[in-house]
């Protein structure tokens, strides 16, 4: 049977994803009745059949995914904090870290939408599943696999564009694809995805990095007449981020002015109106970037935009010189007083800073910077660049003390992930080194003043220093005494209401009182992170203010105080008053002054303070052990400062005092570098090949690698390692004897190498526990571990067995990884290491990067680890073949140190 022609006309120009559900039910219903008889092929190209799959995927499939990405996406946008006096990004939801927190809504989407383009790949909507399977990876910030489901949307679901003919056929199709056109303005056809993929396709291969490819379809799109003019803003906007990937910023700034000059209206047009006079002032601009942010303040911005705006309008104006810098400072001043404007008031301070460092008053812009500081409530960003701004200031100003402790305040304010944070930690640990060796210079400099003065004057000197002591000893007793009664009197005064203006804000909306209790806490603790037993005083503060969170602590620091510092003999213990101490303090100064000289030479590029310092050093002992290296390094500092008088002395200096040394070559041959290159490469290739052999149980090889390496290399920097190589080979052939000698020869021939400490260990383990003819060599050996990222590796639990929560733990695990890296495949087992240890392990890490990032989001998760007891839990990662060798070791303490070393570095 056959349904009426009626129906047919209807279901044609009622396209089946938009009938009713009335509808859907009614031929439900009827459908047995009008397909009686008909073939099973029939059947499956049925209406209902087809209703069936489009409905299913539409609504399963593209509804619920769609729904979930949008609040993926809006979840990370509402975590972004956008940094106003940084360039706004153009796209706030990319971000890796914060997507962590919606992968398990985006690994349901990719579940979901995978699951609709299987089952259900005679709808419609299958093409939309696609691109939100590609959307849902890209929000993720997996571009790789975003990219392929983009590129098989554009490729399989290509719209054509019929051609006006004259046939009857050509005439019949470009009809029906008119009508299909009409159809979908209004809402009752399916309308392709095509487009719309095209530019999330664009917008992956920017983030890859593939700008060629995205340019390409750029053109392509932009001359295409069948582009929808609804798309081409977001066409512009990728223009502009293409450009800005090149450092084209002029291209940047007009592509995103036209993007804006489509947009109607909403947020994103102000937010692009922002990003051009950003993009102005970076290319200083200051009348573009002016009038840009002039267009912002008359928009619909929010208050932080807003005011924002008026901070770099008035900061322009002072760059140009169009108005005094007196003039800006009294307007900033005038926004500090604005009520509205106190969480503003660290940026306000920091702008003021910056103004008096550009009219050079360095003591005003610390004074700003330090109420920065204290008025950063809520912008840990901010208080972080005022602490950086304050340790610059004081490291140009050569307060290298004061630099360090601000280095350090910043780092600990810094997220670990920033772009200057490795640059900053190892700035401030070469600041320590550098502090340590000036305050040796100024307190051998003291005690030799002291020491050759007089005996009368010298007591006399002394004692003022006693008494000096003695005032600021007293001064810190009454300031705790003052303090205990402020502290008392505020505890026992009941506290007054506040009046009808202000008792109806709560708290943590009033940011003025919010500012005062920070403060107050800040002033009794301690700038603290937030965590468990917060109150407890063996936690390191982390500002530069002073943990006084123990009051015991804080009474003792006047009361336990040792008298002796009160006598004059107490001071005499370190003055250089003998001919011993004084060569003793010699020794201290000529080191001191050359690590300064080198510190600031190879790592802080100071060549001016490092030719000083090495200036001074020849100068106090002209004879010091040094003076070679000095030489050479006064030559090295003065060819950067191009000072060629001085250059060309040191350079003569060197010919004529040290003719065969090796910085004379380097500095007369050309050639001598590039030749001690080569050697060192052919060095390096050769203990390459002797590690190889090792590997390859060669152990012949190795000895005879190492006989070479010592005839064609003399005293080489690596002997050490091919010796120790050779050892360990003699270990394995069960020539004991010579195993020893080695090991031996390597300890007083090397006592500074990297290995003799291991030496040491395998000696004394040796002697300790095994006889000539042992066999347990090949388990020392064992403790020796390879470092390869590219091995398969496990993450490893290791729990010790008493404290029970080992189940707890393995389904911990097992559910965290289920919610957030489903899509990983990672599996959880355990296994038992010894009588005392049970270990849980998490397997299906490709490599080891992919396994030290799980690694790093783990410990983050204190949730985890929240029935374990401190102390009962090791947690490392393992390659395939170190995790073998481990099982069979089993020396935990062994790996630890393995693991720091590699893993952790």
Not at 414 to 425: A, E, G, Q
Not at 569 to 598: C, H, K, Q, W
Request: proline content about 3%; overall charge neutral; glycine content about 2%.
């Amino acid at each position: 049977m056959r349904l009426p022609s009626y129906c047919y006309k209807i279901i044609k120009y009622l396209p089946p994803d938009r009938i009713s559900l009335l509808v859907v039910l009614a031929l439900l219903v009827v459908q047995p009745i009008f397909v009686v008889g008909q073939s099973k092929k029939n059947k499956k190209k049925s209406i209902i059949s087809r209703i069936y799959h489009n409905t299913t995927a539409r609504y399963n499939g593209y509804y619920n995914s769609t729904f979930r990405i949008n609040s993926a996406a809006k979840s990370i946008i509402a975590a972004n904090k956008d940094d106003f006096q940084e360039l706004l990004p153009y796209y706030p939801f990319i971000d890796s870290v914060k997507s962590r927190s919606v992968a398990p809504d985006l690994d349901e989407v990719v579940k979901k939408t995978s699951a609709v383009v299987q089952i259900h790949s005679k709808s419609k909507w299958v093409d939309d599943c696609y691109f939100l399977l590609g959307k849902a990876y890209f929000v993720k910030n997996d571009f790789e696999n975003a990219l392929q489901a983009f590129l098989y949307v554009t490729t399989e679901y290509k719209i054509n564009y019929p051609k006006k003919s004259k046939s009857k056929k050509g005439k019949k199709i470009y009809r029906k694809f008119k009508r299909k056109q009409n159809l979908m303005k209004v809402g009752l056809a399916h309308k392709p995805i095509y487009y719309k993929t095209i530019i999330w396709l664009i917008h992956t291969y920017i983030e890859l990095g593939q700008l060629e490819d995205a340019q390409s379809v750029l053109d392509l799109m932009q001359t295409n007449e069948h582009f929808p003019a609804k798309y081409m803003d977001e066409l512009m906007v990728l223009r502009s981020h293409l450009y800005l990937q090149r450092d084209d910023l002029p291209n940047a700034a007009k592509y995103l002015e036209e993007a804006i000059s489509l947009k109607k209206r909403g947020q994103l047009k102000v937010r692009y109106t922002y990003i051009v006079a950003q993009l102005y002032q970076m290319m200083n601009d200051n009348s573009k970037a002016v009038a840009s942010y002039s267009k912002v303040l008359k928009m619909n911005a929010p208050y932080e935009m807003e005011f924002y705006s008026k901070l770099n309008v008035a900061k322009l104006y002072q760059d140009d010189g169009s108005i005094p810098i007196a003039s800006v400072k009294k307007k900033l001043l005038k926004l500090a007083k604005d009520e509205k404007n106190i969480e503003f008031l660290d940026q306000i301070y920091y702008l003021l800073a910056d103004l008096e460092v550009k009219d050079e008053n360095a003591e005003e812009a610390i004074k700003y910077l330090l109420l920065s500081v204290k008025y950063s409530v809520s912008s840990v960003e901010q208080k972080t660049k005022s602490y950086l701004r304050l340790a610059d200031l004081y490291f140009d100003g050569r307060n290298y003390t004061s630099a360090k402790t601000y280095y350090d305040t910043t780092l600990m304010f810094m997220n670990n992930v920033h772009k200057d944070f490795s640059f900053l930690t190892i700035k401030a640990e070469v600041l320590g080194d550098l502090v340590l060796n000036l305050d040796i210079i100024q307190e051998q400099d003291s005690l030799r003043y002291i020491a050759g003065l007089p005996q009368k004057e010298r007591d006399a000197f002394i004692k003022k220093i006693i008494d000096k002591k003695r005032k600021e000893i007293e001064k810190a007793r009454q300031e705790e005494e003052e303090q205990s009664f402020v502290d008392f009197t505020q505890e026992n005064t009941p506290k007054i209401k506040p009046d009808n203006s202000t008792s109806s804000v709560w708290y943590f909306y009033n940011n003025s009182i919010k500012s005062i209790g920070y403060n107050e806490y800040v002033k009794k603790w301690g700038n603290r992170q937030l965590g468990d037993d917060w109150r407890r005083s063996d936690k390191a503060a982390t500002t530069v203010v002073t943990d006084q969170g123990n009051e015991d602590s804080a009474e003792n620091t006047v009361q336990e105080i040792d008298e002796a510092i009160f006598k004059i003999e107490y001071y005499y213990e370190d003055l250089p008053l003998t001919e011993a101490d004084m060569e003793r303090s010699d020794d201290l100064l000529i080191e001191a002054f050359f690590n300064v000289g080198i510190l600031f030479h190879e790592k802080l590029y100071d060549y001016k303070l490092a030719s000083e310092s090495f200036e001074e050093l020849i100068k106090r002992y002209p004879s010091n052990k040094h003076l070679l290296q000095s030489y050479y390094i006064l030559y090295s500092c003065n060819k950067e400062l191009n000072n060629t008088q001085k250059e060309n002395y040191y350079k003569n200096l060197l010919i004529t005092k040290y003719p065969n040394s090796t910085y004379t070559k380097i500095i007369t041959d050309p050639n001598y570098v590039d030749a001690s290159k080569q050697a060192i490469n052919e060095l390096l290739e050769l203990y390459e090949e002797s590690y190889e052999y090792y590997r390859n149980e060669e152990y012949r090889e190795v000895i005879t690698a190492s006989g070479y390496a010592e005839d064609l290399f003399p005293s080489n920097y690596l002997m050490p390692k091919f010796e120790f190589l050779k050892a360990l080979s003699y270990g394995k052939l069960g020539d004991i004897s010579s195993y020893k000698s080695v090991l031996t020869n390597i300890i007083s021939d090397y006592p500074e190498a990297e290995v003799t400490p291991e030496a040491e260990d395998l000696l004394n383990y040796l002697n300790s526990q095994v006889g000539e003819d042992s066999t347990a060599t090949d388990e020392i050996i064992a403790s020796i571990y390879d470092y390869k990222l590219s091995e398969k590796h496990y993450m490893v639990i290791i729990v010790k067995d008493e404290h029970g929560k080992f189940e707890s733990l393995k389904n911990g695990f097992a559910d965290y990884n289920e919610m957030y890296y489903s899509l990983d495949q990672l599996s959880v087992s355990t296994r038992l290491l010894n009588r005392d240890n049970k270990m849980v392990l998490v397997q299906g890490f490709n490599d080891g990067t992919q396994a030290l990032e799980y690694y790093k989001f783990v410990l983050k998760d204190k949730s985890l680890f929240q029935e374990m007891v401190s102390k009962s839990y090791d947690v490392f990662i393992f390659s395939i073949n170190n995790f073998k060798t481990f099982v069979v070791n089993r020396e935990i303490e062994t790996y630890a140190t393995f693991f720091d070393q590699h893993y952790k570095k």
